[in-house]
């Protein structure tokens, strides 16, 4: 909380395909280089995110290590890291109605205007969460 | 000099002299007159009118009532956003608040346009609150309620969802559709 009573969010902010996003830093446990490994519990960021069909390059491919409370290995692969920033949540934008539903889905909760640009606020541990009952979802159905 | 005093004969007396119960002149006058006020209060009385924005989308005329629609923003850039159904293209800032945005060439059965800026139509009708990308607009004008047409039975293909009437514009039918069917579309 700072001395106007706000609270602080530290965020990573990241692009991918043109799309600008950001993190809350306490979610992530470690930043490397990507070397091209494959691994399963390495995921791309575009993919966890839905982006459909469409092109997504990446330029300067990184991998984050996400914290995760019960130690399961989760780590995301997102390109050109641009700054982490501390936020006031006062000034975070929850999604319009109809879209909200749909971004929560995939883990997006908010976003923040940060010099023009859109940037779409995403939370790793809901994407996880949104994982783990599409996994039990269907380990029930076999 | 002798003074001339007229007198009127008895029996003319009482045909000049209206009885109690017959009108006076002045009051079959201004009965008239108080009439053709009436009458021309009527003719004076407009006729309910409302606001239309027609709109081009596709190529295809469409129109929305007025009073639905807050404000047309041009050329606003929408960002994309993951994950989003198609016919949800993404979000706009719109002097620091963020909204979304429907294509509704999509409910239309028109051609997508594809453009990342475009025209938007900001609806606003009671809790629901979108921009609508169309083409272009076409005009905004005041037409009589008594002219907004129920929308023929016929008609067929995806625009009937949302239809809600039919109006004439420079001699073409244009289909005036509901911001309050469109939501109840995208709610589903």
């Excluded at chain 1, 491919?61 to 995301?76: A, F, H, L, S």
């Excluded at chain 2, 016929?154 to 969802?161: M, Y």
Aim: aromatic share 6%; with cysteine.
């Amino acid at each position: 909380m700072n001395d106007l009573g706000e609270t602080g969010l530290n965020l990573l902010l990241f692009s991918v395909g043109e799309v600008h996003f950001g993190i809350d830093s306490e979610q992530v446990a470690g930043i490397n280089a990507f070397q091209g490994e494959d691994a399963g519990d390495l995921f791309w960021f575009h993919n966890e995110m839905g982006f459909g069909d469409a092109t997504v390059t990446y330029l300067l491919p990184t991998v984050v290590t996400i914290r995760c409370p019960d130690e399961q290995p989760y780590r995301v692969i997102i390109d050109l890291m641009e700054d982490i920033r501390e936020i006031a949540t006062d000034s975070i934008l929850p999604f319009p109605p109809l879209l909200e539903p749909f971004a929560l889905r995939k883990g997006m909760w908010g976003v923040l205007l940060v010099e023009g640009k859109m940037v779409l606020l995403v939370d790793f541990m809901r994407i996880l969460r949104e994982k783990t009952a599409v996994s039990a979802r269907h380990g029930g159905d076999e | 000099m002798a003074a001339i005093f007229y007198i009127p004969p008895e029996h003319n007396r009482g045909e000049s002299m209206a009885s109690s119960d017959e009108q006076l002149k002045s009051e079959l006058i201004l009965d008239e007159l108080k009439r053709r006020q009436r009458a021309k209060e009527i003719v004076d009385v407009e006729e309910e009118k409302v606001k239309v924005v027609i709109f081009v989308c596709g190529g295809n005329r469409y129109a929305f009532y007025g009073a639905d629609i807050r404000e047309i923003l041009p050329s606003c850039e929408i960002s994309w956003v993951p994950c989003l159904p198609g016919y949800l293209p993404g979000l706009i800032n719109i002097r620091g608040d963020i909204e979304s945005v429907i294509d509704i060439s999509h409910f239309l059965g028109e051609e997508a346009s594809g453009h990342k800026t475009c025209l938007i139509a900001m609806a606003v009708k009671g809790d629901f609150h979108s921009g609508i990308m169309i083409d272009s607009i076409e005009d905004v004008v005041d037409i009589p309620l008594s002219t907004v047409k129920p929308p023929l039975a016929t008609l067929n293909g995806a625009v009937r969802d949302l239809v809600i009437g039919e109006i004439e514009h420079l001699g073409r039918t244009i289909a005036l559709l509901d911001i309050g069917k469109l939501a109840g579309l995208i709610a589903l």
